[in-house]
């Protein structure tokens, strides 16, 4: 079951050509995964103050397909692939309004103790709602 997120292209995305520089994918990624989280009743920052966890990148792979211009509609969607104790890998769609597909990433995300900035498993409550979602 995908989630989708839909977000704008702004000025500050693009470089001077309108076009978006690439690594600001990532900020669109970013925010897809966490609304995704949100939309299973985790935010961010209850993460960190609740379970003195948070998540981290491990690894990225992004096809950049076709470019995003300024003022774009885009439609990022996240889809589980892999749930592990203190891991998780997603799959991305960034489509533009349109439907054509932009980028397509894979994301492997750390669940990481606050303090110790090490990999710490995730909280069970997050394991357990998260699970549901396995294909």
Do not use: C
Not at 10 to 24: F, L, N, Q, S
Not at 85 to 96: F, G, N, P, Y
Not at 120 to 132: D, Q, S, Y
Request: no cysteine.
């Amino acid at each position: 079951m995908a989630f989708s997120w839909t977000g704008r292209v702004y000025w500050e995305d693009t470089d001077a050509g309108g076009v978006v520089y690439h690594a600001r994918y990532l900020n669109f990624l970013e925010r897809a995964r966490s609304d995704w989280l949100r939309s299973h009743g985790f935010a961010q920052s209850e993460l960190k103050e609740r379970y003195q966890r948070f998540f981290a990148i491990s690894r990225v792979e992004i096809d950049f397909r076709h470019p995003a211009h300024l003022d774009d509609e885009l439609d990022i969607s996240v889809v589980l692939q892999s749930l592990g104790a203190a891991s998780l890998t997603v799959t991305q769609d960034i489509h533009r309004g349109d439907g054509k597909l932009l980028a397509a990433a894979r994301v492997r995300v750390a669940s990481l103790d606050t303090a110790a900035f090490r990999p710490a498993r995730a909280p069970e409550e997050i394991l357990k709602k998260l699970k549901t979602e396995l294909r």
